[in-house]
């Protein structure tokens, strides 16, 4: 249970935070609000996502439970081949700790994909994808108040620099909002897509699940990166995080990494 919260945990922080040469400076000055709203329409545009191209890369994640020390208590690393099909992104397992799984470990991944790519199906219109890349929506920026900084370069890319802060008396109304509720922050938009280039985030306040009695967060600090392909579509190409709290009685340090590379579209990878 507690790492089905945690896992919704990275997606609500990504949430507080989905061409060579510079881009140009944009010519009109935009407010912050202004920013982050054509960000908002660029995510969750259906056409914009169903339209993207077929994608294959891969993915690796290292999720390692330390002591209070710092030293590995126990690590697990996973590798996935990942393809994103109309938009929707799919995660097969190809090894654990650096073993290829099993024949029944293989035919129960494989039930659980079907299962996966059924659900996302079944979504209802507009409301279809994932937590891995279309993460950004109107009804979570708006816990923030925002504050642009200045234009950056990143990537080869201009980029306008935000902080953030969560408004006062945010309402709770499911685990996620919780911790999206103690987010602040850094995030870059690029000046062109009005994609999220980079976002750093850290909780400003310690939180409580369930009052407590299950654990709690006092302290995290987690960056995403993304990439943009020579096509224009954007990837989240690398993430790490730190989180310290209590679980349960123990205490809990965990430190993750997820790195994916080796992008490349469907179609070509098949031929």
Request: charged share 30%; glycine share 6%.
């Amino acid at each position: 249970m507690y790492r089905y919260q945690l896992r919704h945990l990275f997606a609500a922080l990504m949430v507080a935070l989905p061409l060579t040469g510079l881009a140009a400076k944009a010519s009109t000055v935009l407010s912050p609000d202004e920013i982050m709203s054509k960000a908002v329409e660029r995510a969750e545009s259906a056409t914009s996502r169903e339209s993207r191209p077929n994608y294959l890369y891969t993915k690796r994640t290292v999720t390692e439970d330390l002591d209070l020390q710092g030293r590995v208590k126990d690590r697990k690393e996973k590798l996935y081949t990942v393809s994103v099909e109309a938009g929707l992104s799919y995660l097969k397992l190809l090894q654990f700790n650096g073993q290829n799984l099993s024949a029944a470990e293989l035919k129960k991944q494989e039930e659980r994909e079907a299962a996966e790519r059924q659900k996302m199906l079944d979504a209802k219109p507009g409301k279809k994808g994932d937590e891995r890349e279309n993460f950004l929506t109107a009804e979570l920026v708006q816990k923030y108040n925002f504050s642009l900084i200045g234009e950056r370069e990143i990537n080869g890319r201009m980029a306008y620099l935000l902080s953030f802060d969560p408004k006062s008396n945010l309402p709770v109304k499911k685990l996620t909002d919780r911790f999206a509720n103690q987010m602040a922050g850094m995030v870059w938009i690029d000046t062109e897509d009005f994609e999220i280039a980079r976002a750093e985030v850290h909780l400003k306040a310690e939180v409580a699940l369930w009052g407590g009695m299950v654990g709690t967060l006092r302290h995290c600090r987690f960056t995403l990166e993304r990439a943009r392909m020579p096509d224009g579509v954007w990837f989240n190409s690398d993430s790490h995080g730190i989180f310290e709290g209590r679980k349960l009685l123990e205490p809990m340090l965990i430190r993750t990494r997820s790195e994916s590379s080796n992008f490349r579209r469907a179609s070509l990878a098949m031929q």
